[in-house]
């Protein structure tokens, strides 16, 4: 592997751009409406994205999505030559 657990694969994937970290959202319905968004219009590969300071919860509690979303963060959870950007 080329990294040494989450944080430092979320650091990885932050030098590349790949990782946007959105804050105070409400859980109940922003979190899956930004992500259904998000999905929809930043094709082929959107970010993954990071909820921190989430509406109701406690601080320190955060959520990750669409980690596996793009062929280079799975290349890198899998420790495997980056694929090439599509075409």
Do not use: C
């Amino acid at each position: 592997m080329n990294y040494d657990g989450l944080r430092d694969w979320l650091d990885k994937i932050g030098q590349r751009g790949e990782l946007t970290t959105l804050e105070n959202v409400d859980w109940n319905l922003e979190m899956g409406a930004i992500v259904d968004v998000l999905y929809r219009e930043h094709p082929p590969y959107p970010p993954a994205l990071i909820f921190d300071n989430i509406k109701d919860h406690k601080p320190g509690y955060r959520t990750l999505f669409g980690h596996f979303a793009s062929p280079q963060r799975i290349a890198l959870t899998l420790g495997v030559a980056t694929p090439t950007a599509p075409q």
